[in-house]
């Protein structure tokens, strides 16, 4: 009776994390196709090249008023490292993941910060 009790609450309790995640999932799809937030870090695939994603990325980062730590940028990937008003170091990664799709890869602070990730991919995609 004991092992059945144990097994019926493992059910239960994976049926409530699948749907939690399930519910995630759906509110990232609602947010934008292919963005998702995930261990402090929002990360979205954007169908540009990654010298347009660069370029919209530097627009950003001018716009934001960040002040730029270091920047470096290759034919397959490239990265920033701000500080913002707050203080807060800001990462942004983007990486050639295909013809004409760049992945994008936003993290705010040590341990993210999903509303500001989201108002600086935001700024990013609106200069595409």
């Not at 519910?23 to 979205?44: D, M, T, W």
Request: glycine residues 8%.
């Amino acid at each position: 009776m004991k092992k059945q009790l144990l097994v019926l609450s493992l059910v239960t309790l994976c049926a409530l994390l699948l749907q939690g995640c399930a519910a995630v999932l759906v509110g990232g799809a609602a947010a934008g196709a292919g963005v998702a937030y995930f261990g402090g870090e929002l990360k979205s695939n954007e169908p540009v090249s990654l010298d347009k994603a660069w370029a919209a990325t530097e627009k950003a980062v001018v716009a934001l008023e960040f002040k730029p730590v270091q920047k470096k940028k290759d034919a397959l990937a490239a990265q920033y490292e701000l500080i913002g008003a707050t203080d807060k170091r800001v990462i942004i990664k983007l990486k050639n993941v295909g013809a004409k799709v760049t992945e994008v890869r936003v993290r705010v602070g040590t341990f993210g910060d999903e509303n500001f990730s989201r108002v600086i991919l935001s700024k990013i995609q609106s200069n595409f």
